[in-house]
């Protein structure tokens, strides 16, 4: 998990006993590690290093971890591997941008996440090919096109009413202010009673 160091607000101690950070301490030493993990107590990397699967992004696509920061930027996580051998990768809390990786070709597409599979959805009117010289020659035009993708999606998000947290459109019930997980957990507490 990410480690954070300095003097932590309320919302990473809060973030910390979720399990989601974990706070290294208000004095920054020498060397500021990035990562810990929760089994062990090991710390480790530099905030520049990618992760996995960023790195295993950056190998699919031929190109060195630096070329993919320049022009797609950082925070990269593996989604799935589709039924045509596609590997996807996606970016943003929630997803904004999907990268879909097939040999020497990758698409940028807008993803959209299923609720009830937690799986993902792309939206095929936001999908625009790219090959790996794109990326090396042209880094500025994928750029430009992941941000518009990205853009888009978070003009589409929508606050819950219940846990004040942002979700995508498709998480949320009917015309409802209120997203799924929210929802279910009303219904539970309203089966209790």
């Given at each position: 998990?990410?480690?954070?160091?300095?003097?932590?607000?309320?919302?990473?101690?809060?973030?910390?006993?979720?399990?989601?950070?974990?706070?290294?301490?208000?004095?920054?030493?020498?060397?500021?590690?990035?990562?810990?993990?929760?089994?062990?107590?090991?710390?480790?990397?530099?905030?520049?290093?990618?992760t996995a699967d960023e790195q295993e992004l950056a190998d699919l696509l031929g190109v060195r971890y630096a070329e993919v920061v320049r022009a797609l930027g950082t925070?990269?996580?593996?989604?799935?591997?589709?039924?045509?051998?596609?590997?996807?990768?996606?970016?943003?809390?929630?997803?904004?941008?999907?990268?879909?990786?097939?040999?020497?070709?990758?698409?940028?597409?807008?993803?959209?996440?299923?609720?009830?599979?937690?799986?993902?959805?792309?939206?095929?009117?936001?999908?625009?090919?790219?090959?790996?010289?794109?990326?090396?020659?042209?880094?500025?035009?994928?750029?430009?096109?992941?941000?518009?993708?990205?853009?888009?999606?978070?003009?589409?998000?929508?606050?819950?009413?219940?846990?004040?947290?942002?979700?995508?459109?498709?998480?949320?019930v009917g015309t409802e202010r209120v997203c799924q997980e929210c929802e279910s957990a009303l219904a539970t507490l309203e089966a209790d009673l």
């Amino acid at each position: 998990m990410p480690l954070i160091w300095g003097l932590p607000s309320p919302e990473l101690m809060s973030e910390e006993e979720r399990g989601l950070v974990a706070l290294g301490g208000c004095m920054v030493p020498g060397e500021d590690f990035a990562l810990h993990c929760r089994g062990c107590g090991l710390e480790w990397g530099r905030h520049g290093d990618p992760t996995a699967d960023e790195q295993e992004l950056a190998d699919l696509l031929g190109v060195r971890y630096a070329e993919v920061v320049r022009a797609l930027g950082t925070g990269w996580r593996r989604e799935f591997e589709d039924r045509d051998g596609v590997r996807w990768f996606v970016s943003g809390e929630p997803a904004q941008v999907a990268v879909g990786v097939h040999g020497p070709r990758f698409v940028l597409a807008r993803p959209l996440t299923r609720w009830d599979e937690g799986g993902l959805d792309l939206q095929p009117a936001d999908r625009r090919e790219f090959g790996r010289d794109d990326l090396l020659h042209f880094s500025e035009v994928v750029a430009e096109e992941a941000d518009a993708i990205a853009s888009r999606r978070r003009r589409s998000f929508r606050w819950c009413r219940m846990c004040r947290r942002v979700h995508p459109p498709e998480w949320f019930v009917g015309t409802e202010r209120v997203c799924q997980e929210c929802e279910s957990a009303l219904a539970t507490l309203e089966a209790d009673l």
